[in-house]
């Protein structure tokens, strides 16, 4: 299936916007919808609604069915060791903040550290700040080069035996950086460390399997692989997970209580307090299906294929600076002269194109990139190379249009 027949797919595309056929290059923000998960969802609603694990009559148990068959496509999308390790979350940033809180508040303690990266969304960073608060540990960054990569050698330099906890994101949504997790979690272990991943910009892109990153935590997004928002979902080596406490306390998770104690259910329960995100878990479980049926591979292969395309359309615009390495996810950072990015993508949404701009969650990457914001173009299945034609004629019109102001 090409990238044509895919946008047939997606209903949300079918639409002029400003009297343009939408251009949709927003995709490391949130991911359109295709019909099949649309459709899955309305299934559940349709059909079979009802909470689920707590009854025994025929709606429930087709709820639960579904609920706890798409934890096992998570698990398999993974490839975790078993569907215990996988605990749905509204998110990325919940998943990140319950290990910070379900784990970091047991592990860390005052004089220890945690090492992160310049590079990292802020889902990543304020739940460290936060621990390092509580615990009195210090928190500590890794250094980028100027390309905007990370060097393995800053790494062993700056992890040591103090290290507690290593987390970087797996894919920059800024840069397009794809970092070497795997090498990266090597040094953690070897100091004791325990490695968490915000996957939020690479499940959806690439294939991940968590076991040969050999990370303990890796964390993702429903809403960026093309499933409904308020879902995701954190996978935890089942030994971490073990030793953590719940955050949400309630319903759904609890085994017995009593009038003044209470026990916890097994994993993955114990983490997932009061009704679940039972239509959000579902759908996102119809977007794996959709990616696998496309193949990670080939949306790896379309995505740079688009980005080089990219590069060879923009990297010769006069005034266009683009941010982060050559090699690179489906994103393109950039800057036009000395015109805002938001008056960058609002001249491209009277065009019908819609891109990101702003600090893109990530003030201290804007600091080392020494801006205040940018502009950012994020490819996804559903794009072609006549998106990105678009996407150069609209910046030449961004160009005419404030003339009087580039350099």
């Known amino acids: 299936m090409n990238a044509y027949e895919v ?18 290059l927003d995709s490391a923000a949130t991911a359109q919808k295709p019909l099949p998960v649309i459709e899955k969802i309305e299934d559940y609603y349709r059909r079979y609604n009802s909470n689920v694990h707590r009854g025994v009559h025929t709606l429930g148990t087709r709820a639960t069915d579904e609920y706890e068959g798409a934890r096992e496509k998570v698990r398999a999308f993974l490839n975790a060791g078993e569907a215990a390790e996988i605990i749905f979350t ?12 379900g784990y970091g508040d047991m592990h860390v303690q005052a004089g220890d550290e945690i090492v992160i990266s310049l590079m990292e969304h802020h889902s990543n960073i304020i739940p460290w700040q936060q621990l390092a608060k509580r615990t009195g540990a210090v928190l500590k960054y890794l250094p980028l080069q100027a390309d905007g990569t990370i060097a393995l050698r800053d790494v062993e330099d700056t992890v040591n035996e103090k290290t507690k906890i290593v ?17 990266i979690a090597a040094i953690a272990h070897k100091h004791g460390a325990v490695m968490v991943v915000d996957g939020a910009q690479s499940a959806p892109h690439m294939t991940v399997d968590v076991q040969a990153l050999d990370c303990d935590f890796f964390a993702f997004s429903g809403h960026k692989l093309g499933g409904p928002t308020g879902i995701g979902a954190l996978y935890g080596k089942r030994a971490l997970l073990e030793q953590m406490d719940p955050v949400e306390y309630g319903g759904e998770m609890i085994d017995f209580v009593d009038l003044y104690d209470s026990t916890w259910k097994e994993l993955p329960w114990k983490l997932e307090g009061g009704t679940p995100i039972i239509a959000g878990a579902i759908g996102m479980g119809a977007a794996i299906d959709f990616l696998h049926e496309l193949g990670l591979e080939a949306i790896e292969q379309h995505e740079h294929m688009l980005v080089d ?23 393109i950072t950039f800057q036009l002269g000395d015109i805002h990015p938001h008056d960058v993508a609002t001249v491209l949404d009277a065009e019908g194109i819609a891109v990101r701009a702003g600090h893109h969650c990530a003030q201290p990457l ?4 020494e801006v205040t914001a940018t502009a950012r173009a994020s490819f996804y299945v559903y794009n072609t190379k006549e998106d990105v034609d678009a996407l150069a004629q609209g910046l030449i019109k961004v160009k005419e249009y404030f003339s009087d102001v580039l350099l």
Do not use: C
């Open 309 to 331: 395309y990219a590069f060879e359309r923009l990297g010769e615009m006069e005034g266009l600076t683009i941010f982060g390495p050559d090699s690179r996810a489906g994103v």
């Open 7 to 24: 946008k047939k797919l997606f209903p949300i595309l079918d639409q002029q916007v400003n009297g343009h056929p939408l251009v949709y």
């Open 366 to 369: 804007m600091k080392w990139l």
């Open 90 to 101: 509204r998110g990325t940033t919940t998943a990140l903040n319950m290990v910070a809180r």
């Open 167 to 183: 987390a970087v994101m797996h894919v920059s949504n800024v840069l397009g950086t794809v970092n070497p997790i795997a090498e």
